[in-house]
């Protein structure tokens, strides 16, 4: 009786087997009621009667071996069958698990705080019904002045407001904080004025950097560093003269249109730039009104209208969007 | 600000391309917002000539003309004026031609005879006065364009002049930024009078009784004038920047505005009783009428011209009614005047009023100018409406304009725009824009800034000055040199961008609301009147009455937005707002400003999909959703209770819940009332939540201690009780968790059900219960001993049974 002949025999054919079929005909040659296993058990009373014992044992293990080895090579097997033929129809959708976002005024938001982070701002906020001396006079905008036209200002009595601007922090900020100071102030502004280009209610993120020797050359490094950063690192940048009355110099900044390039579109007015920002060097009446002495320090602050620079990124056509909450828009982003 | 290449170069010779010099004027701070052919509109009127003429058949004063306009194709027109003529070279407005006037041109048939355009005066085409008859080119062919022909070609630039510069509300400030931006050098008009007849001091005066309000008073008379329309060169200035002629002495005043940047007004002098001027300000509740025929009542702030009786002007804004030039005037009475910019800013603002006028004295006109300004209208008017100079000018300067030295150091101006500019290059850039500086030493240049430069009080004003004319592009671009250092991130805010992750990570959307709402809101939430929520702060001067009052609550806006969505098919909302509420406090000016998140869910949870039919949201989604929340920020004990009364009074008794952390109250969550959710047209059930943040913040833990997992298997074991329906499934948790058994790892509740064979009034609650210990593994005879001896417990403690 040849056991180990017929082990080896069969665990070679089994373990060849390529396909289900292959694997059953071995198992029906090795392992069936007729296979060659049963027929040497068959076999085992014609044994001598001192060795049939022995060769019930091995016979049995061989078999639960072999049977092992089927079962092996057959969920090897089988596995690779279902892949190709009898799987899930994986084109029916999944369980639908909910997913939110942020807003996109926030996403842009915190991208342009993360920016500034990066460079070394702190972020603070405030108030933003706000005392009509950190809104307006502070920043050196005198009553009955016709500069508090630039703005149409929301009034909740004579001395507060819902602030126009985030400009308010620095004020808040340098008096509280002795310089060098290097903030950002991200947060929501209100003005009198509702159309197609302008929501009663948006958001700035303003700056502000003091110290010691800070100048005019420093705000251009700071500002192409950001609009770099935020547009790509071969964006041109362009400050325009302009008036703001807590600044002096005070700088438009226009940064190459990014739709077109520079070449022209509806976008930009054909002019091939957008205005993004407003900065300028920190009025002295600005230092004065913090108790700072501007003889020894200088410094500059911008503001950027986050609204605006969303709807660049996006190509949102229309700044209301931002404000309807309309899901069918939330869930673009 | 409107101003027109051909009126510029009256006063600088600029031979740059209209586009050159607005890129010019714009990057020196004269932003040119747009910039227009003036003559475009004649691009559609060409030479025609007439080929026949006909009489109308039906008007006796119309002609019918076939015209050849260059197409080969001659076309009909009727036409009314006297000297239409055979072979005559006209111009042919085409239909779709706007004309100065306001008119366009039709195709339209005329008494019934087809005009294809219409031949037009010098006039009517606004290239000259003649309107007697249309007219005779005497060159060129037909088809070609009149502008050309006529060589008519002016630019006219809008620019966006800033609050500083009140001297670039004029033709010659514009001039002198431009003359700088090119190089060139500015011309003043000349200005000559005749001599006068008499004195001007013998028939009038000027009495100043507020010289605070006007420091400066300057007159002049002409007498004999004749009241006209104005010579075409003064029309055509007046229409090239936009104003409409009205007649010959209206027109001098508002050109030498235009010019000069000083508004000026024309009296008609026998109007004024006694002849004389005596500036004032009104008396409360004194009544006027303007020249725009509106009534005020003025108040004791308003500064008033006079005559020796009445108030005849509003200062520095308007003249009244009944001292206005009209065809029947004969003298004039010139006023050229410095009114102080807040004066007339506080007068124009209480009454209502935005003039040419006011816009200009609320910004500072130039003090020094008005004697030269009244002059140059005596001489214009001189010109244009005939008449006599009275002798001299009343020059009342109460309080003299005193100029101030501003000094400023070189090697700071460098500093503040880390420039390397020599004293002698600022000097020249000072000099271009007439800003003579002496330098007294190396470092150092003093400037007395000329009357017309208000905004130059400080040396800083001066720096800008440099800055913008060497130009911002030219100032080299540096890195700030401070210390770096990374500030630690706020802990409130960086809470705040957690809050925002976790509630997306929920599967909510954040919306952004306005943060104001109607008056109303707090009523319209079902809020009772004693609610801390109705101390909402008011906006005084609000866009409508829908954003009338700062919100106190989230839920408003949440809610409307939710109403849209749905009336928009978006039928499942789930959104979520962080955002501030405010509200108004008796006793500090600012109100509380605190920081909410709120959520509301509405719709379906799951959209229907082929796993599951769609379920509807509601109340323990919204649970679910804030204990994930709870769970995230790590947070335990949170206890869920009814709310107490007035804690919510938004939703629905029943199925709200008040969420309580160590007895302090962190907001509440539940369905919303419908009533509530019709108020905001809503029409399906909705469910929000609203927290405090920082509460939520201040029992947030900081930091999170690891615990190793268990090391030895769990056992888990199911038990079923039938008990009152009333009884919540919290109480028998809370009951199993005091048993404190140290095997007891946790209960949890995994089925609840009412109805047959239930009995009814009660309910089946399964619970599952983990086993572990922390030192070995239970044996299953050790696990069915506890179990058993818990389910005897609940039992007896519930009177429950067993199914
Ligand atoms: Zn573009």
């Excluded at chain 1, 060795?51 to 080895?69: I, S, T, V």
């Excluded at chain 2, 917002?33 to 025609?48: C, M, T």
């Excluded at chain 2, 050849?68 to 036409?79: F, H, L």
Aim: with cysteine; glycine share 8%.
């Amino acid at each position: 009786m040849d056991i180990e002949r017929l082990k080896s025999e069969a665990c070679g054919q089994i373990s060849v087997a390529k396909d289900l079929d292959e694997l059953n005909q071995a198992s029906v040659k090795w392992l069936g009621r007729k296979g060659a296993l049963s027929d040497l058990m068959r076999r085992i009373p014609e044994l001598e009667p001192d060795l049939r014992r022995d060769a019930g044992q091995k016979l049995n293990a061989l078999k639960k071996e072999l049977e092992a080895l089927l079962e092996e090579v057959r969920t090897r097997i089988s596995g690779s069958a279902l892949a190709l033929d009898e799987g899930l129809d994986i084109s029916l959708p999944g369980r639908p698990v909910p997913a939110g976002s942020i807003h996109p005024i926030n996403q842009v938001m915190e991208e342009i705080c993360d920016i500034f982070v990066q460079m070394g701002f702190d972020v603070v906020e405030g108030p933003e019904v706000e005392l009509d001396w950190y809104n307006f006079e502070a920043l050196n905008f005198p009553p009955d002045h016709p500069a508090r036209d630039m703005q149409d200002t929301f009034f909740v009595s004579g001395d507060v407001v819902l602030r126009t601007h985030t400009s308010s922090l620095q004020i808040r900020t340098m008096e509280s904080t002795p310089p060098p100071v290097k903030v950002i102030a991200p947060g929501k502004v209100y003005r009198c004025d509702s159309d197609v280009t302008h929501t009663p209610m948006f958001h700035q993120v303003e700056g502000l950097l003091v110290g010691d020797g800070i100048s005019f050359a420093d705000l251009k490094g700071a500002l192409t560093l950001f609009v770099q950063k935020m547009y790509g690192p071969k964006t041109p940048i362009r400050l325009r003269p302009s008036f703001f009355p807590f600044t002096e110099p005070s700088a438009e900044v226009d940064i190459g249109c990014v739709i077109c390039k520079g070449s022209g579109c509806r976008v930009c007015s054909g002019t091939g730039w957008l205005e993004v920002l407003g900065s300028g060097m920190v009025h002295p009446n600005v230092f004065k009104n913090v108790g700072y002495d501007s003889s020894l320090i200088t410094g500059f602050a911008f503001g950027l209208g986050v609204e605006r620079i969303a709807m660049l990124k996006y190509g949102v056509d229309d700044l209301r969007r931002f404000f309807e909450n309309d899901l069918r828009f939330l869930s673009q982003f | 600000m409107i101003v027109s290449l051909s009126w510029l170069r009256q006063f600088v010779d600029i031979t740059l391309s209209p586009a050159e010099l607005a890129h010019r004027l714009t990057m020196a701070g004269l932003e040119v917002e747009g910039v227009w052919e003036r003559y475009a509109y004649l691009d559609s009127v060409k030479a025609a000539r007439v080929l026949s003429v006909a009489p109308h058949p039906d008007a006796q004063n119309l002609a019918v003309c076939t015209l050849d306009m260059g197409s080969g194709q001659p076309c009909t027109v009727v036409c009314g004026a006297p000297n239409v003529r055979l072979g005559l070279l006209s111009a042919l407005a085409l239909p779709g031609t706007e004309l100065p006037g306001g008119r366009t041109v039709a195709q339209s048939a005329i008494r019934g005879v087809e005009s294809f355009g219409m031949l037009c005066s010098a006039a009517e085409l606004g290239t000259g006065p003649d309107k007697s008859g249309i007219l005779e080119l005497e060159k060129g062919a037909p088809g070609e364009k009149i502008a050309s022909l006529l060589n008519l070609a002016d630019t006219v630039f809008e620019i966006g002049v800033t609050p500083n510069r009140p001297d670039c509300l004029s033709l010659l400030g514009v001039a002198r930024e431009a003359a700088a931006v090119c190089g060139a050098k500015l011309a003043r008009p000349q200005i000559i009078l005749p001599k006068g007849e008499g004195a001007i001091e013998e028939i009038t005066s000027v009495t100043i009784d507020a010289p605070e309000h006007c420091p400066r008073y300057v007159a002049r008379v002409i007498r004999n004038i004749t009241v006209g329309p104005s010579p075409f060169w003064l029309v055509d200035r007046l229409l090239s920047v936009g104003l409409r002629p009205i007649n010959n002495i209206v027109d001098v005043t508002n050109f030498v505005m235009m010019e000069t940047g000083q508004p000026l007004h024309a009296f008609d002098f026998d109007l004024l009783e006694e002849g004389r001027i005596v500036v004032r300000t009104a008396q409360d509740g004194e009544k006027f009428i303007t020249l725009d025929g509106k009534e005020k009542t003025l108040s004791s702030s308003n500064l008033m011209i006079c005559d020796g009786k009445k108030p005849v002007a509003l200062a520095g804004v308007m003249g009244g009614e009944n001292s206005e030039i009209n065809p029947n005037t004969k003298t004039v009475l010139i006023e050229s005047a410095y009114f102080s910019p807040m004066s007339i800013r506080k007068t124009a603002k209480n009454l209502g009023y935005h003039t040419d006028a006011s816009h200009r004295f609320e910004r500072g006109v130039d003090p020094t100018g008005c004697s030269a300004a009244a002059a140059r209208a005596a001489q214009l008017m001189l010109e244009v409406a005939g008449g006599v100079l009275v002798e001299g000018e009343i020059d009342a300067n109460p309080i003299p304009w005193a100029p101030k030295e501003v000094r400023l150091s070189a090697s700071r101006a460098n500093a503040i725009l880390g420039t390397g500019l020599s004293c002698g290059q600022m000097r020249a850039l000072l000099a271009s824009v007439e800003l003579e500086a002496k330098t007294p030493d190396s470092d150092t240049l003093a400037v007395t800034p000329p009357g017309f430069r208000v905004d130059i009080s400080i040396p800083e004003d001066l720096v800008e000055e440099i800055a913008r004319l060497f130009g911002y592009d030219n100032i080299p671009v540096t890195a700030p040199m401070l210390p770096m250092e990374i500030p630690p991130p706020r802990p409130a805010m960086s809470f705040r961008k957690k809050l925002r992750n976790i509630m997306v990570n929920l599967g909510f959307f954040e919306a952004v609301n306005y943060s104001f709402v109607a008056a109303d809101t707090p009523a319209r939430l079902g809020l009772s009147a004693d609610d801390p929520r109705q101390a909402t702060l008011a906006v005084a001067n609000p866009l409508s009455e829908d954003q009338a009052v700062m919100r106190t609550s989230l839920l408003p806006g949440l809610l409307a937005a939710t109403g849209r969505n749905v009336n928009l098919q978006n039928r499942s909302v789930r959104l979520f707002e962080l955002g501030k509420v405010f509200f108004a406090r008796a006793n500090a000016p600012l109100p509380e400003e605190r920081f909410m998140l709120a959520a509301i869910l509405s719709g379906e949870q799951k959209p229907v999909s082929w796993h599951e039919k769609a379920a509807p949201i509601d109340f323990y989604d919204m649970k679910g959703a804030v204990q994930a929340l709870f769970e995230s920020l790590k947070i335990k004990d949170v206890a869920f209770a009814r709310p107490a009364p007035g804690q919510a009074d938004t939703l629905l008794p029943g199925h709200c819940a008040a969420m309580l952390c160590q007895n302090k109250l962190l907001g509440i969550l539940g369905q919303i009332r419908p009533e509530v959710c019709a108020n905001f047209d809503l029409k399906q059930k909705a469910f929000l939540l609203e927290m405090d943040v920082e509460a939520l913040r201040s029992i947030t833990p900081d930091a999170v201690a690891f615990a190793p997992p268990p090391r030895f298997p769990a056992v888990l074991r199911d038990i079923t009780l039938i008990l009152n329906k009333s009884v919540p499934a919290e109480e028998i948790l809370e009951k199993v968790r005091q048993m404190k058994h140290p095997w007891v790892e946790s209960v949890w509740v995994f089925d609840v059900y009412e109805g047959k064979p239930i009995e009814k009034g009660k309910k089946s609650l399964s619970l599952r219960i983990t086993y572990r210990a922390d030192d070995r593994t239970l044996t299953d005879g050790e696990v069915n001993a506890l179990h058993d001896n818990i389910g005897k417990t609940l039992l007896n403690a519930f009177g429950a049974k067993l199914p």
